[in-house]
């Protein structure tokens, strides 16, 4: 794979962040925020300058850990995951794309006070001459960037000089005109005037020196910059009587020429035409980069990162974008789709500040050369005025920026998805905290299943029977359940439950004893002389199963329930599974049994569904295999083409739960294709159930396809967690 020349020296990158950043900002916008925010507009840029300040330093730290072309896309890719990658990557492309088509079209009004010309065939041959440039090379772009940036602050630098002698303080009477709710929608409109200061992060491949001229030019520019916005504007109100430039498509010329006549119209004609190419050869620069770094990610097609044998460029992909400019400005109502993509910069910026707490925090290979001061609370502060500010955009620009979230999320799952095998570092961060978080319920459900942690509590467990079991399928029953209250001194509790017909009156019921019963108590009665725990027995007789078992299960304060699992009758899938109600109502665990055998099982498999192990799961696997001098064996589904790091994080989970039982650990993952010569046949499964379904025998997922008994958990309501988790624990496990 070919490398980008590294050869933007300080100069240019200065010239690039401040000519992304000097354009339509200066030249277009004041006139549209002096309408909502009056005088007070000068704030409204003060303001959105020192809201930038935390996406900027975010920016260079990160460029200086990652100086890599693409920019914003690489950082929250990384940091953020695939697919917050894909949505940061396509929409600030197409942000740019649209900043530079609105920068020509935005720019040729100046013009136009001087020359009569057609406003769309003068972008076009601009946007045209900008795309060549930026084919021709990046050395060349900064050295014409730099041109550009220099002859254009002269001629504002001239602007301010001559005119501020002509302030009138009057113009500056009713300062906040607007009220806050217009200075705070005039700093959400005028803080696109900054988005450009980050962009030159896009080409941080190709900058020299990346550790140093990175965040020297990224935060020099911006403060700059905000001086230059903040002076200017104050110029323009003070030199103009109230109103006179709002609404303007030429604010800044109409100020220069009340005070410096025809030749100050004329420099600021000039000045604006050099700053708004600047802003589209910047945007174009920038912008290109973004399909270049995805196609060598995988997530756009590989043609985009191709760089030219002679001119060490991404030529497709530069001329992809130029395509997409000139038909924005040949087709489309360009300032308003530019209104749109700029509310989806807010929202990159808030992903950039997010970005760096995920890479902080993260296991991910990160050592930025510069790290932003003041962390994390500069991002947090970021994070939260971003969302405040596009709160300011109005409805229209947000749900702009959510159809291109809605089309990039289109586009990671048609396309790239298939091809990937990557995370972000936050997801790896958040399953690094949500395993802290279910080791520390699994260290208290462990400790609970000993008596001496809890000594003024007793503890019992019901072996509910709902049909005629022989004596080896009671004696397995009783066994297990023997042996999960052994070690906290319980008892067992062995009930029959024989359901009537409704026409039955159940004090008629319970007073006759069927041979069936007769036979469970003398058969229970042998087998609890057995067991060294206390066992009680009875027969219950009630007109719906289900509810008898979750009243005498309340009525007794039982830690669980242990039930066999029954094939579904033709009665049970019509009118619903009866033990799927038990599972559902129950103030306990409920352990459902497939029974296969139960004789001191030596080797106890705890098989993870995919997420991590529940706690009550874990306690019960660790006590059955402590009282069958066993050991456990951890089990956790990888596929193959599972990121590394995810299989690193699972397996340092499964390190640290082992610690916690008490009982020997082993730990398996199993293959994908089935053949697994590490694999040991188990004496005993034991799984989480989900909710979502319960039924006979296995689930949907089972990856232990072996003949031996299996115990699904079903946590009692309280010991559930949430649905946020639930969610989460899913998708980053």
């Not at 602050?153 to 009713?174: H, I, K, M, R, T």
Request: some cysteine; hydrophobic content about 50%.
């Amino acid at each position: 794979m070919k490398e980008l020349e590294r050869d933007l020296g300080l100069g240019a990158v200065f010239a690039i962040s401040v000519g992304a950043m000097i354009g339509s900002g200066i030249f277009i916008l004041p006139a549209l925020a002096l309408k909502m925010a009056g005088p007070s507009v000068i704030f409204a840029y003060l303001l959105a300058g020192l809201l930038v300040v935390p996406a900027a330093l975010s920016k260079s730290e990160m460029a200086t850990a990652m100086p890599e072309a693409g920019g914003t896309y690489i950082y929250i890719e990384r940091g953020m995951g695939p697919v917050l990658g894909t949505i940061a990557g396509i929409g600030t492309w197409f942000s740019l794309s649209f900043k530079s088509a609105l920068a020509l079209v935005g720019g040729v009004p100046y013009l136009v006070l001087l020359f009569d010309l057609p406003v769309k065939p003068v972008a076009l041959a601009l946007a045209a001459f900008l795309v060549l440039v930026n084919l021709v090379g990046a050395k060349q772009t900064g050295r014409l960037q730099t041109v550009i940036v220099v002859a254009m602050l002269a001629a504002l630098g001239w602007f301010v000089a001559g005119s501020a002698p002509q302030v009138q303080p009057a113009n500056y009477q009713q300062f906040f005109a607007g009220g806050w709710e217009g200075l705070l929608a005039a700093t959400g409109v005028v803080f696109v005037s900054y988005a450009g200061v980050t962009k030159v992060a896009s080409v941080a491949e190709e900058v020299e020196e990346p550790g140093t001229n990175i965040p020297l030019g990224i935060l020099g520019s911006l403060a700059f910059t905000t001086l230059l916005y903040v002076g200017i504007v104050a110029v323009m109100v003070g030199v103009t009587e109230a109103g006179a430039i709002a609404g303007s498509a030429t604010p800044v010329a109409v100020a220069a020429e009340a005070t410096l006549g025809d030749w100050g119209r004329y420099a600021v004609v000039a000045a604006a035409l050099l700053a708004l190419v600047s802003t589209a050869n910047a945007g174009i620069l920038s912008s290109s980069r973004y399909p270049f770094a995805m196609s060598r990610d995988k997530l756009a097609p590989p043609t985009f990162a191709d760089v030219h044998d002679r001119f060490g460029t991404p030529t497709t992909a530069i001329t992809l974008t130029g395509a997409v400019v000139l038909v924005l400005i040949a087709f489309l109502p360009i300032l308003e789709i530019a209104k749109l993509a700029s509310a989806f910069q807010i929202l990159v910026f808030v992903l950039v500040n997010l970005a760096v707490v995920a890479f902080r925090n993260g296991a991910a290979d990160y050592d930025p050369e510069f790290e932003s001061p003041l962390y994390p609370w500069v991002q947090a502060f970021g994070a939260l005025s971003g969302v405040a500010l596009l709160t300011q955009m109005g409805v229209v620009a947000v749900a702009g920026a959510a159809l291109i979230t809605l089309g990039s999320i289109a586009w990671y799952f048609l396309y790239a998805r298939p091809r990937i095998r990557r995370e972000g570092a936050a997801t790896d961060v958040l399953r690094r905290r949500l395993g802290r978080d279910v080791l520390s319920e699994t260290e208290d459900a462990v400790a609970a299943a000993d008596a001496r942690s809890r000594p003024d509590e007793e503890t019992a467990v019901l072996v509910a029977l709902t049909r005629d079991a022989d004596e080896d399928e009671e004696r397995d029953l009783l066994a297990l359940a023997a042996d999960t209250v052994r070690p906290a001194d319980g008892h067992v509790v062995v009930v029959r439950f024989d359901e009537v017909p409704d026409q039955t009156p159940l004090d008629h019921a319970a007073e006759v004893q069927s041979p069936a019963d007769v036979r469970f108590e003398d058969q229970t009665a042998e087998l609890a002389a057995e067991f060294d725990v206390p066992v009680e027995y009875g027969e219950i007789v009630s007109h719906d199963t289900k509810h008898a078992i979750v009243n005498y299960a309340e009525h007794r304060g039982v830690d669980a329930v242990v039930a066999e699992h029954e094939r579904l009758r033709l009665r049970s899938r019509l009118l619903g599974d009866p033990i799927d109600w038990v599972v559902r109502h129950a103030g306990c665990d409920v352990l459902l049994v497939e029974n296969r055998g139960y004789d001191e099982p030596q080797h106890v498999v705890l098989e993870s569904d995919g997420g991590p192990y529940d706690p009550s799961t874990v306690a019960l696997a660790d006590t059955i295999a402590g009282e069958s001098d066993g050991h456990v064996t951890l089990q956790f589904p990888l596929s193959g083409d599972q990121p590394e790091k995810r299989r690193e994080t699972i397996r340092a989970y499964q390190d640290e739960l082992a610690g916690v039982l008490s009982a020997p650990v082993r730990t398996h993952v199993p293959r994908a294709d089935g053949g697994d010569p590490d694999a040991v046949d188990p004496d005993l499964v034991v799984r989480t159930g989900t909710l979502s379904r319960v039924r006979g025998g296995r689930d949907a997922y089972t990856p232990t396809a072996v003949d031996c008994t299996e115990v699904t958990v079903y946590p009692r309501e309280s010991r559930r967690p949430g649905l946020v988790r639930r969610v989460a624990e899913r998708l980053v496990f």
